[in-house]
């Protein structure tokens, strides 16, 4: 049975109409409110909440009835978007004093503090739209055989890098591809080059460090001759990751395709 991303993305939306944070809520002080009831209200609020809606109630019961309604609308209606914005607030600088928060977003937030179903629905919502854009990427790779092994460092690296790419991290998926590189290259280096790099470089040999030293005792390593052209194009991107600015969907995919050449090239038995 295929997976329909689309089923998927509708029944999300579904669950969110049911389920937005604060509108069973609202929708429970508006009929309070309507019906008379709303002294039952205070055995389930905080006194200081209680006496301030009692107080607003008071001056105008229909409208405030009618206000409630309207903010358990606005809630079903704008969940999804609310819980964008509250996913981006995480990711990106927020400058003090500038957000100016809709009541009714306010009073979603403060219900959903220890469900979170605002973060969970953003989340659902963005892997769901990554995953047709990742199964495409994913068609460009083939599987990486190599004939003797690195370390699980190296593995790690190397599965953080493709999944970045996977993932539309394209900037990350490059500095990985580097780190993926340096650590490999350190584990197949003999042991008198590796006590040299160690102390030369105080254990901190960049990519760039360690190409340098295989360029020079390229036969003393053991390496393939064609391994540094691949290699330093990786740590060119890498750089260019790291010091230039965001990289491009193509950009990653290079460099992650010549990362894993480079591998297979210098992972040879």
Do not use: W
């Given at each position: 049975m295929p997976i329909e991303t689309d089923r998927l993305s509708a029944e999300l939306l579904r669950m969110a109409d049911e389920n937005a944070?604060?509108?069973?809520?609202?929708?429970?002080?508006?009929?309070?409110a309507r019906s008379g009831r709303f002294a039952q209200l205070e055995e389930v609020l905080p006194n200081v909440v209680y006496q301030e809606l009692q107080d607003r109630y008071r001056l105008d019961p229909a409208g405030f009835a009618l206000e409630w309604e309207q903010l358990a609308h606005e809630m079903q209606k704008g969940f999804v978007q609310h819980a964008r914005q509250r996913l981006t607030s995480l990711t990106r600088l927020q400058q003090a004093g500038s957000d100016i928060t809709p009541a009714w977003q306010s009073i979603q937030r403060a219900l959903d503090s220890r469900q979170n179903d605002l973060l969970r629905a953003a989340v659902a919502e963005e892997c769901l739209d990554l995953i047709e854009p990742a199964v495409a990427r994913a068609t460009h790779l083939r599987e990486c055989v190599v004939?003797?092994?690195?370390?699980?460092?190296?593995?790690?690296?190397?599965?953080?890098?493709?999944?970045?790419?996977?993932?539309?991290?394209?900037?990350?998926?490059?500095?990985?591809?580097?780190?993926?590189?340096?650590?490999?290259?350190?584990?197949?280096?003999?042991?008198?080059?590796?006590?040299m790099v160690r102390s030369r470089y105080r254990n901190a040999a960049t990519l760039g460090n360690l190409l340098?030293?295989?360029?020079?005792?390229?036969?003393?390593?053991?390496?393939?001759?064609?391994?540094p052209r691949l290699a330093n194009l990786v740590n060119d991107i890498g750089k260019k990751a790291v010091h230039q600015g965001l990289l491009s969907e193509d950009e990653a995919r290079t460099c992650l395709q010549n990362a894993r050449a480079a591998l297979q090239m210098l992972l040879q038995a």
């Open positions: 944070p604060g509108r069973e809520f609202s929708v429970a002080i508006a009929e309070l004939e003797s092994p690195s370390s699980e460092e190296a593995d790690r690296y190397l599965d953080e890098a493709t999944r970045c790419y996977f993932f539309a991290l394209f900037t990350a998926c490059a500095v990985m591809c580097r780190s993926v590189l340096e650590e490999a290259i350190k584990q197949k280096l003999p042991e008198n080059l590796k006590t340098h030293e295989v360029n020079n005792n390229l036969h003393a390593s053991g390496i393939d001759a064609g391994f």
